[in-house]
């Protein structure tokens, strides 16, 4: 068999065995062949039905770095899958161990699905890479926001100024929770340069972040209360639940008030003259602004490029600054992660 019809079989056979419930998509009707149809991988990946069938028969040859990074997303492949896909597509296989800002469409559907609940998605360092206009309105647009004015990390522990306010528990709980989260990152992405170089920012600005990563804390986010001072609408005290996406170590802070209440009722008038004021009726995605102002001028990638019926993943980039952030000395040295 060749090479492309190695490539062609394994697709089939990691196809056959993810159910459409697995992959967010209905579950169909009973009595349906095992594993996702062609339509179905097409609505995952962005790819068309007719290029699926073309490399699974072999027919398309030369797969990009695009088109197997999205397969490889949708049918849930290992680590050790991943790279025999690449080598079987004749591509080197990219370097693991960086943080992704990838969001799955199961993720966005749920979004969508939710407008009157502030809803803001975090990558594994918790860089903002994704709100609806209900968080904009409520917070305030993070698209004014540029590299580390969108990780709550930075923004925490280096003082910047915010419309959250906590109690003396609330933020001891939320530090020790952040801390964790970035040391636990260190060890799914180990090889990601920009997290080290953020990790070791922090330590060497702020004391507070350096005793709590140096005392190897444990912590997860739990429910709790915040109170967010809106400058049009007054306080506005709201539940906090913090929900994570299992493989891909996403953070979707999510607020929300019991009906009836004050808070339920300003989330309400704000979620209309939120909309009105931002324009925006669909999510926001930073993907290619999270990099800075300098990229975000950039014209967008298409992430397949050599498939004419695909549809573009808005998800795709990075979501880190490279470089330090405000407030940092630009010439000083970070100071190792992983001391």
Not at 1 to 26: F, Q, S
Not at 106 to 132: F, K, Q, Y
Not at 148 to 177: C, D, K, M, Y
């Amino acid at each position: 068999m060749t090479r492309h019809g190695e490539l062609g079989t394994a697709l089939h056979r990691w196809r056959d065995r993810i159910a459409p419930a697995e992959a967010g998509l209905p579950a169909g009707e009973p009595g349906r062949t095992a594993g996702l149809r062609h339509e179905e991988l097409a609505q995952l990946t962005g790819l068309s039905v007719d290029y699926l069938v073309r490399l699974e028969e072999g027919r398309a040859t030369s797969p990009s770095v695009q088109v197997l990074t999205a397969l490889a997303r949708a049918l849930r492949l290992s680590d050790d899958e991943r790279r025999h896909l690449f080598l079987l597509a004749g591509q080197s296989p990219p370097a693991l161990g960086r943080v992704s800002d990838h969001i799955p469409p199961s993720v966005r559907r749920l979004l969508g699905r939710l407008p009157g609940t502030p809803l803001g998605v975090h990558d594994a360092a918790w860089n903002l890479i994704t709100w609806n206009p209900l968080w904009a309105a409520l917070l305030g647009d993070p698209a004014a926001a540029p590299g580390r004015g969108r990780n709550a990390a930075w923004l925490h522990f280096t003082g910047r100024p915010g419309r959250i306010s906590h109690t003396v528990e609330q933020e001891a709980r939320f530090e020790a929770a952040l801390v964790a989260d970035l040391r636990s990152a260190t060890v799914h992405y180990p090889t990601d340069v920009r997290l080290r170089f953020l990790i070791g920012e922090l330590r060497r600005v702020s004391n507070r972040f350096a005793v709590l990563w140096n005392s190897r804390i444990t912590d997860s986010h739990d429910t709790g209360t915040r109170t967010i001072h809106h400058p049009d609408v007054g306080p506005v005290t709201v539940d906090c639940d913090t929900l994570t996406v299992p493989g891909c170590d996403l953070r979707i802070a999510a607020y929300s008030a019991a009906p009836g209440t004050d808070a339920a009722d300003k989330l309400r008038l704000l979620d209309v003259i939120g909309t009105e004021m931002t324009g925006m009726a669909e999510l926001t995605d930073m993907s290619e602004m999270a990099r800075g102002p300098a990229t975000a001028a950039a014209p967008a990638t298409n992430p397949v490029v050599d498939d004419p019926g695909h549809t573009p993943d808005a998800g795709s980039g990075s979501g880190h600054d490279p470089g330090p952030g405000p407030g940092s000395s630009p010439t000083a040295a970070p100071e190792p992660a992983d001391r």
